[in-house]
């Protein structure tokens, strides 16, 4: 099975930078993913990475290290607008789908 | 316009009673999922489909059925509804990507139901 770990909830401070982690159990792995959604909408994609390293795009940067299992979401210069919650996925199931973790609420406060 | 929705937005209904919702999408894309979001359980998958005749079970697919109508149309029921049933459901499509490009979901608005 699969199964994903990150914190429940993160709180920062407005031009601060936050990372949150995720570290995963999968039994085949194809890939991290973040999405972000504010309360009420829907999930929107913000990073994908296959590959060790990082992926960095405008203020928001994502780190994987497969040896470890695990990855991180940066995200920097912190606006209010980034109040809302991450979650990162694994794809599984040879790449077809994403299994998702249960999320972490970011708060970004003034 | 939208790329990906679902009707309805909210719904409330019975324990027994049988209800669909609907998605469909502009992307054209092939793929496309049902999940159900509970509070601090993240996104489950129900169902998914990656053509019109291709219908797969998810994690937690009991209690629900699902039918491609056509590439742009997938739709979720629930048979008997029940309580527990009550959640934010979210359709999705994806084209796929690839190893290398990975998979990008677009999701819809989502429907809240409300089973009492």
């Known amino acids: 099975g699969q199964s994903l770990e990150q914190p429940s909830e993160v709180t920062a401070v407005e031009g601060a930078i936050v990372q949150i982690n995720c570290t995963y159990q999968?039994?085949?792995?194809?890939?991290l993913s973040w999405y972000q959604q504010h309360d009420g909408g829907a999930p929107t994609f913000l990073s994908y990475?296959?590959?060790?390293g990082l992926e960095e795009t405008g203020r928001f940067s994502s780190f994987l290290s497969r040896s470890d299992s695990y990855g991180y979401l940066l995200l920097q210069e912190l606006q209010m607008k980034d109040s809302a919650s991450y979650f990162c996925?694994?794809?599984?199931?040879?790449?077809?789908?994403?299994?998702f973790g249960t999320g972490t609420q970011l708060k970004v406060e003034l | 316009d939208a790329d990906v929705t679902q009707t309805p937005r909210n719904r409330i209904t019975k324990t027994g009673k049988r209800i669909m919702l609907e998605c469909s999408q502009t992307?054209?894309?092939?793929?496309m999922y049902w999940y159900r979001q509970d509070p601090g359980l993240g996104l489950r998958l129900i169902y998914y489909?990656?053509?019109?005749?291709?219908?797969n079970k998810g994690e937690i697919s009991d209690g629900y059925s699902v039918s491609r109508q056509a590439q742009a149309k997938f739709s979720l029921s629930l048979e008997s509804a029940i309580p527990n049933q009550t959640a934010l459901y979210f359709c999705?499509?994806?084209?796929?990507?690839?190893?290398?490009?990975?998979?990008?979901?677009?999701f819809g608005p989502g429907t809240r139901l409300l089973v009492l």
């Open positions: 992307k054209g894309h092939d793929r």
């Open positions: 996925a694994v794809g599984t199931g040879g790449g077809n789908k994403l299994t």
């Open positions: 999705a499509t994806s084209d796929g990507g690839g190893l290398a490009g990975g998979e990008t979901q677009y």
């Open positions: 999968t039994s085949g792995f194809y890939g």
């Open positions: 489909s990656f053509d019109v005749k291709d219908i």
């Open positions: 990475n296959a590959l060790d």
